[in-house]
């Protein structure tokens, strides 16, 4: 082992006290110092920390932004959502390939670049975007990637980049009571110590607030029930995981209302007894870390966090930044607390919830960034107040993430129950085909539907607002989800793991002209099973683009169904092309023509 690599990961397990449950801290630190993790990185860990090696690299393995092969000293990773695609992404990263001299997926021979895609980065209203070494690059264009180009060539450090490249904008569009309100960062604690917990409770349960990362959950009787379930200790786990492509409302929250959510987080300690939270970010948001450790110390120096928070004895609580690495199952929160505990994020079995065997085994609340910024403003405002805003079943305002085509993407919040048909006046949207609404596990609404209304009664979203106008082709929409979910799926369960593989060659299969009436059947199957026998939600909705976009624009998949009998996927007449190239034949013997062959 050498001498730096030793350094660098006891550097790090001092930091972390050699404490297991900071495994994944430990191994994306470990890398951010090293490029990538190796077997003597891997070594001195099990050393160190006495852990089995399996348990080290099963879990380095788990997150795609832990490397433990050797990568490029710059690692590229293009965002590949539907909206950065719109956006001419692929067309950029083959145009960086070609410069750098570097195949996709692959290390350049000197070990300088590598370059792919990753899922969305969370920067629709600023696309194309990019990763570089977990640094996120927005606005790409042919000139930039030039740049770029340049910079790696010179063997620049990331801090010597101009800062425009790294600039993320906030684009906050439309504001109404939760992003218009004053920041005032001890004023919602203040309210809430005058209220006492037993009245701050009501006020939250009065207030019908739900959580917004896509459930609806009454938040009150959340509290109420981790407050009220047996055990010494009590966590708040801030879910800042927001990995459903098209969503981008924490990013924005957690840049310039922080106090907030944090503020929201130190309530619910309040309430239920917590001394210890975690805002777990991520990864793609790397470049936050710094900012919110601002926040936190700030607050900690105006004793908002700490030992007695605003002289209350008793009110002890702190906060901590775990940062994802690459793993979208892990924003469902049993799979979010497998992680935190330095672990795969494997989704738990559930029953228990959170609110009773959380982190640790202990009761924890598992709030959204959104939901915990709207309980510092009913902390403030009281909870009547926040039950007149919206609609009967859904209270308050809804933060929009708007992208795709429209002249004005970024965030827009409404009071619950706004029409579709609003949204896109607003935003810029013309000759509008459909909307995805809540990302590739949400709903495609149609034209005939625009009046339907953003509510947990009708439309409920996590925020995603994604717009197609009539040059979009909805079948490629529907494949670029399901590519998302065979990606993302965690492989712990087989009907998804083989299930959404089998769904996104399937989709492949008409992309490339194989397609029949049969695969429509075939594609309804792989739903029940989907359906029926997935362990997590990611199983539950992975078949839900393509039905949905299959009952709602038919015409797109009829389309591509090229053959009444059923076709292999696999084209052997293709597959010789390389071949004929290679011998300078293109006659009929060197064609493979299934009839004839039949024939002989
Ligand atoms: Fe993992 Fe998919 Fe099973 Fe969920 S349904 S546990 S994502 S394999």
Same mark, same amino acid.
């Given at each position: 082992?050498?001498?730096?690599?030793?350094?660098? +990961?006891?550097?790090?397990?001092?930091?972390?006290?050699?404490?297991?449950? &900071?495994?994944?801290?430990?191994?994306?630190?470990?890398?951010?110092?090293?490029?990538?993790?190796?077997?003597?990185?891997?070594?001195?860990?099990?050393?160190?920390?006495? *852990?089995?090696?399996?348990?080290?690299?099963?879990?380095?393995?788990?997150?795609?932004? @832990?490397?433990?092969? !050797?990568?490029?000293?710059?690692?590229?990773?293009?965002?590949?959502?539907?909206?950065?695609?719109? @956006?001419?992404?692929?067309?950029?990263?083959?145009?960086?390939?070609?410069?750098?001299?570097?195949?996709?997926?692959?290390?350049?021979?000197?070990?300088?670049?590598?370059?792919?895609?990753?899922?969305?980065?969370?920067? =629709?209203?600023?696309?194309?975007?990019?990763?570089?070494?977990?640094?996120?690059?927005?606005?790409?264009?042919?000139?930039?990637?030039?740049?770029?180009?340049?910079? #790696?060539?010179?063997?620049?450090?990331?801090?010597?980049?101009?800062?425009?490249?790294?600039?993320?904008?906030?684009?906050?569009?439309?504001?109404?009571?939760?992003?218009?309100?004053?920041?005032? !960062?001890?004023?919602?604690?203040?309210?809430? @110590?005058?209220?006492?917990?037993?009245? *701050?409770?009501?006020? #939250?349960?009065?207030?019908?607030?739900?959580?917004?990362?896509?459930?609806?959950?009454? $938040?009150?009787?959340?509290?109420?029930? =981790?407050?009220?379930?047996?055990? /010494?200790?009590?966590?708040?786990?801030?879910?800042?995981?927001?990995?459903?492509?098209?969503?981008?409302?924490?990013?924005? @929250?957690?840049?310039? &209302?922080?106090?907030?959510?944090?503020?929201?987080?130190?309530?619910?300690?309040?309430?239920?007894? %917590?001394?210890?939270?975690?805002?777990?970010?991520?990864?793609?948001?790397?470049?936050?870390?710094?900012?919110?450790?601002?926040? *936190?110390?700030?607050?900690?120096?105006?004793?908002?966090?700490?030992?007695?928070?605003?002289?209350?004895?008793?009110?002890?609580?702190? #906060?901590?930044?775990?940062?994802?690495?690459?793993? &979208?199952?892990?924003?469902?929160?049993? %799979?979010?607390?497998?992680?935190?505990?330095?672990?795969?994020?494997?989704?738990?079995?559930?029953?228990?919830?959170?609110?009773?065997?959380?982190?640790?085994?202990?009761?924890?609340?598992?709030?959204?960034?959104?939901?915990?910024?709207?309980?510092?403003?009913?902390?403030?405002?009281?909870?009547?107040?926040?039950?007149?805003?919206?609609?009967?079943?859904?209270?308050?305002?809804? #933060?929009?993430?708007?992208?795709?085509? =429209?002249?004005?993407?970024?965030?827009?919040?409404?009071?619950?129950?706004?029409?579709?048909?609003?949204?896109?006046?607003?935003?810029?949207?013309?000759? $509008?085909?459909?909307?995805?609404?809540?990302?590739?596990?949400?709903?495609?609404?149609?034209?005939?539907?625009?009046?339907?209304?953003?509510?947990? /009664?009708?439309?409920?979203?996590?925020?995603?607002?994604?717009?197609?106008?009539?040059?979009?082709?909805?079948?490629?929409?529907?494949?670029?989800?399901?590519?998302?979910?065979?990606?993302?799926?965690?492989?712990?369960?087989?009907?998804?793991? +083989?299930?959404?593989?089998? *769904?996104?060659?399937?989709?492949?299969?008409?992309?490339?002209?194989?397609?029949?009436?049969?695969?429509?059947?075939?594609?309804?199957?792989?739903?029940?099973?989907?359906? %029926?026998?997935?362990? =997590?939600?990611?199983?539950?909705?992975?078949?839900?683009?393509?039905?949905?976009?299959?009952?709602?624009?038919?015409?797109?998949?009829?389309?591509?169904?090229?053959?009444?009998?059923?076709?292999?996927?696999?084209?052997?007449?293709?597959?010789?092309?390389?071949?004929?190239?290679?011998?300078?034949?293109?006659?009929?013997?060197?064609?493979?023509?299934?009839?004839?062959?039949?024939?002989?």
């Amino acid at each position: 082992m050498t001498g730096a690599i030793k350094a660098a +990961v006891d550097t790090v397990l001092e930091r972390y006290r050699r404490d297991p449950h &900071y495994l994944v801290q430990i191994l994306r630190e470990v890398q951010e110092a090293c490029d990538w993790i190796s077997p003597e990185a891997i070594d001195r860990m099990q050393e160190v920390m006495r *852990l089995p090696r399996t348990k080290i690299e099963g879990v380095a393995g788990f997150y795609s932004f @832990l490397y433990t092969r !050797p990568r490029g000293k710059y690692r590229m990773l293009f965002s590949d959502n539907i909206t950065d695609r719109m @956006l001419g992404n692929m067309e950029l990263l083959d145009y960086m390939c070609g410069q750098l001299w570097v195949e996709r997926g692959k290390t350049s021979e000197d070990g300088l670049v590598s370059i792919d895609t990753t899922s969305c980065t969370g920067m =629709c209203d600023q696309g194309p975007a990019m990763l570089v070494n977990n640094i996120a690059v927005t606005r790409l264009t042919k000139p930039r990637i030039d740049a770029i180009c340049e910079l #790696i060539r010179a063997g620049a450090p990331l801090t010597a980049w101009p800062a425009e490249f790294f600039r993320v904008e906030d684009n906050v569009r439309r504001e109404d009571v939760m992003l218009a309100s004053e920041p005032d !960062p001890g004023r919602a604690l203040t309210a809430a @110590l005058a209220r006492g917990v037993d009245g *701050l409770l009501a006020e #939250i349960k009065a207030s019908n607030l739900r959580g917004r990362g896509g459930a609806g959950f009454a $938040t009150g009787l959340k509290w109420e029930a =981790c407050r009220n379930a047996p055990g /010494e200790v009590h966590y708040v786990v801030c879910n800042a995981d927001e990995g459903e492509p098209g969503t981008f409302k924490d990013r924005v @929250l957690l840049t310039s &209302y922080a106090d907030r959510v944090l503020a929201g987080m130190t309530l619910c300690a309040f309430v239920v007894g %917590a001394k210890r939270g975690f805002l777990y970010l991520r990864g793609e948001y790397r470049y936050l870390l710094d900012h919110l450790q601002a926040v *936190l110390a700030r607050r900690r120096r105006r004793n908002l966090l700490g030992e007695r928070i605003l002289g209350r004895t008793g009110l002890d609580f702190d #906060i901590e930044i775990h940062l994802g690495a690459g793993a &979208y199952v892990c924003g469902e929160e049993s %799979a979010l607390i497998e992680s935190l505990e330095g672990k795969r994020g494997t989704p738990r079995n559930r029953p228990p919830y959170p609110v009773t065997h959380g982190y640790l085994g202990s009761p924890t609340v598992v709030n959204n960034v959104e939901t915990f910024a709207a309980c510092s403003l009913i902390a403030r405002n009281g909870g009547a107040w926040y039950a007149g805003v919206g609609t009967e079943d859904s209270a308050g305002t809804k #933060i929009l993430c708007v992208s795709g085509d =429209c002249s004005r993407p970024g965030i827009y919040e409404y009071p619950f129950g706004v029409a579709v048909r609003d949204v896109l006046a607003d935003c810029g949207a013309a000759d $509008t085909q459909a909307v995805q609404i809540s990302g590739p596990s949400g709903i495609c609404v149609p034209a005939a539907e625009f009046d339907r209304r953003i509510a947990f /009664e009708d439309l409920p979203t996590a925020g995603a607002f994604m717009i197609f106008d009539h040059s979009r082709d909805l079948f490629e929409v529907a494949r670029n989800f399901v590519h998302f979910f065979a990606h993302e799926s965690c492989g712990f369960c087989t009907p998804c793991r +083989v299930g959404t593989s089998l *769904l996104r060659n399937m989709m492949d299969k008409l992309a490339n002209g194989h397609g029949s009436p049969y695969d429509f059947a075939e594609i309804e199957k792989m739903n029940k099973i989907l359906q %029926a026998m997935s362990h =997590c939600g990611l199983g539950h909705s992975a078949c839900n683009p393509v039905l949905d976009t299959v009952a709602k624009f038919r015409p797109a998949y009829e389309r591509r169904l090229e053959h009444d009998e059923f076709k292999p996927a696999f084209d052997l007449d293709r597959a010789l092309t390389a071949a004929r190239q290679m011998t300078g034949r293109d006659d009929a013997e060197a064609h493979f023509d299934a009839r004839s062959e039949e024939s002989r």
